[in-house]
């Protein structure tokens, strides 16, 4: 993880291990420092204090005895007076030594002293009061004084004296102590000391030489992208001299596609002025061919109703035939009832002669009916034979006029299509031209905007020196950087 | 079309007919001999009218069972049955559609079918007829001929002795 630490991370984490490492320092020193400090205090304010104290039960105890001893000497209430204050700071200083006494051993002392002193009150008040009352001479009260007050004077001191040796020993064995912990808290000062520095070695090695391969591949890219640079740019000036004379071909070229263009959109103008003329004529033409298939929608009409007309006299044909059968049919048998009579009147003999000459009347007549049907039927069926033709013709005729409907049909659907294309050729004639004045007028933009990038180009070719140059300066530093990270790889 | 040669054939049948009436009754003239005109099969053939009773048309004829090959049938004329025999299975022709035309034989009552009937024919007795014989062989008695057509004459009694002898053949045949 600490691979991808920024060069500032590692600098900062460095520095904070060891201002933690100082703080550490601090702490310890400070804890030590308070440790002395508190063992002085306590040497300072209980054993010293102590110890002052119990010369302070020394002195108030003499100026006590003092008094009582002037008071002995002379009964005046003055040393009375002075021997009660004397008590008074006595038990004062007393009462402060047993608030202040920390081992049971000096509480005990100073209680032995405090009883003591009582003891040493009540011979001194019996005394007093004895000195007091009598008038008599002084022996006796001296000789009490010696033999009662004097020993509880030197049990007092005594107990003092145990007390201040006691005292002058927790003493020393407190400056011992103190002096004991102000060693260890310098030992372990300069223990974190060593470490602290250790580290800081250590962190300043891992710290230079992580830097140093750091900066010193940095330095490489910079000086592989320096070269780079350089190289593009000596690219770009060349690409942007190229450009400079592309430009110029362009501007050229440019010029002569605007005459190009203006001579498009005249031509686009001539020809849409050619196309509304030709609508007009495929209009024009359009009507003439409506006429013409309506005249022969008008033929068609005709020749249907011929055609009818000789269907219908086909009929009329028809039952004529069949009339004419019916005709045929009567002068057969007429001609059978002839013959048939002329037989009967020749078996009748000479009374069926003149019958025999109707009969044969009859059957002569007969006879040329039935000629004059084969006549008429040969004469209805050439009739039909025309008629048939006829209708041959005529539905010929009919198709014919069909397919002629049908190619004028196709004619004006095709005259349709060509106005319609020439309504479409002159939008588009007249969308060119527009097109054409619109692209002239963005070729003449063109033409400005390549000025600028004529002159943009020009430009460039000066910044690509200005970028040669500043990337040679670029490649100097990243050496005089190698060389000053890296002594022995500089070139 | 003109129609003026209808008119004038319509003219002219119309005074046929009223002449006939008109005209005085002829009946002192040469002797002549009345034929009919008629086809058997494919051949054309003639047949004198004073051989025969009546000519008939259309008559629908009943199938009997026979075994006579010649007899088509019996038909009834004037009230009488009349047997139909088919000249063309008598003269030999093969058979073909039913025959439309009938001629009762004169003083009997059989009956021949032959196929067409082309018209009446009367001219002067022996005149344009030949003894030489027919087609139909013994069933003939001349020919007769008119422009470019000859026509046998048929005999009709040699015809009905035919037939007389191939019913009693069959009879005897039956029995």
């Not at chain 2, 021949?112 to 022996?126: E, I, N, T, V």
């Not at chain 2, 001349?142 to 040699?158: A, C, E, F, I, Q």
């Not at chain 2, 002795?161 to 045949?173: D, N, V, W």
Request: glycine share 6%.
């Amino acid at each position: 993880m600490t691979r991808h630490w920024t060069f500032g991370q590692r600098l900062a984490a460095g520095f904070a291990v060891t201002v933690v490492l100082a703080i550490a320092i601090g702490i310890v020193s400070v804890y030590a420092l308070r440790a002395v400090v508190t063992s002085k205090d306590s040497v300072i304010n209980v054993n010293a204090h102590n110890l002052t104290e119990a010369e302070r039960l020394r002195a108030t105890l003499e100026r006590k005895i003092a008094a009582f001893r002037g008071f002995l000497l002379s009964p005046e209430d003055q040393y009375l007076e002075r021997m009660r204050e004397a008590r008074s700071e006595f038990l004062a200083a007393l009462a402060r030594l047993k608030g202040n006494v920390i081992t049971e051993e000096s509480r005990q002392m100073i209680d032995a002293v405090e009883r003591f002193e009582a003891e040493h009150q009540q011979v001194a008040e019996r005394l007093v009061a004895q000195r007091r009352r009598s008038t008599a001479p002084l022996d006796p009260v001296a000789q009490a004084f010696d033999e009662q007050a004097a020993p509880k004077r030197d049990q007092i001191d005594g107990s003092i004296r145990s007390f201040v040796s006691l005292e002058e020993r927790l003493l020393g064995q407190a400056r011992q102590a103190s002096t004991d912990t102000a060693s260890s808290a310098i030992n372990t000062t300069v223990v974190i000391a060593v470490i602290v520095v250790l580290f800081s070695v250590l962190a300043a090695v891992f710290l230079t030489r992580t830097l140093g391969r750091q900066i010193g591949t940095a330095v490489g890219q910079v000086q592989s992208s320096s070269a780079e640079l350089q190289s593009a740019a000596n690219q770009q000036a060349t690409g942007a001299k190229e450009q400079a004379t592309a430009m110029s071909e362009i501007t050229t070229t440019i010029t002569e596609l605007l005459a190009t263009s203006r001579q498009i959109a005249e031509s686009a103008q001539r020809v849409a002025q050619i196309a509304e003329q030709t609508a007009e004529a495929a209009r024009s033409g359009e009507g003439t061919v409506e006429k013409a298939h309506e005249s022969i929608a008008g033929i068609r009409r005709q020749v249907d109703q011929i055609v009818s007309h000789m269907l219908e006299l086909g009929k009329k044909s028809q039952q004529i035939g069949a009339v004419l059968d019916i005709v045929s049919e009567l002068a057969e048998q007429t001609n059978i009832l002839a013959i048939n009579a002329t037989i009967e009147a020749a078996g009748a003999g000479e009374a069926g002669k003149r019958f025999a000459v109707v009969a044969e009347e009859i059957r002569k007549l007969a006879d040329r009916v039935g000629g004059s049907t084969k006549e008429i039927r040969s004469l209805i069926e050439d009739v039909r034979g025309a008629v048939n033709t006829t209708v041959m013709a005529t539905e010929t005729g009919s198709k014919t006029v069909d397919v002629g409907s049908r190619q004028f049909s196709e004619v004006a659907a095709s005259f349709k299509r060509i106005a319609a294309s020439v309504a479409t050729t002159m939008e588009a004639a007249r969308e060119i031209e527009l097109s054409t004045k619109q692209q002239t007028s963005a070729v003449e933009q063109v033409n400005v905007a390549i000025a600028d990038v004529a002159q943009t180009t020009k430009e460039t070719e000066a910044s690509s020196s200005q970028t040669l140059q500043t990337a040679s300066q670029l490649a100097t530093l990243s050496k005089d950087l190698m060389r000053v990270i890296q002594p022995q790889h500089a070139v | 079309m003109n129609d003026s040669p209808l008119q004038d054939k319509l003219a002219a049948l119309r005074l046929a007919f009223d002449r006939a009436f008109a005209v005085a009754p002829v009946t002192s003239r040469a002797p002549t001999e009345d034929l009919l005109a008629i086809r058997v099969g494919p051949d054309p053939y003639a047949v004198r009218l004073a051989e025969i009773s009546g000519l008939y048309a259309d008559r629908k004829v009943t199938i009997l069972p026979t075994a006579i090959p010649e007899l088509l049938g019996i038909t009834g004329v004037r009230g009488a049955v009349v047997p139909v025999y088919d000249l063309r299975a008598l003269f030999g022709y093969p058979l073909g559609e039913p025959s439309r035309w009938l001629m009762v034989a004169a003083g009997t009552t059989v009956g021949f079918a032959f196929d067409g009937f082309d018209g009446h024919l009367r001219f002067p007795k022996a005149e344009r007829l030949s003894e030489e014989p027919g087609r139909a062989g013994p069933y003939t008695r001349g020919v007769l001929t008119t422009g470019d057509v000859s026509r046998p004459v048929l005999n009709v009694g040699n015809m009905l002795e035919a037939i007389q002898r191939r019913a009693q053949a069959a009879r005897t045949q039956e029995e």
